[in-house]
């Protein structure tokens, strides 16, 4: 099974952790778009992380 590495969220009062987690695989009539890089600049994720102490 292929794997990729993701942000994933198990409790909103906790950091994101990044994960291994299954590669999804697309179904009829989709497609699974790739990210290389991504930028989390929300109010939330910096009042949640030491970005916006």
Known sequence: MKTMKAAVVHDFTQPLQIEEVPKPEPGFGEIVVKIEHQV??????????????
Request: hydrophobic share 50%; proline share 7%.
């Open 40 to 53: 989390f600049a929300t109010p939330i994720f910096m009042q949640r992380t030491a970005i916006g102490r």
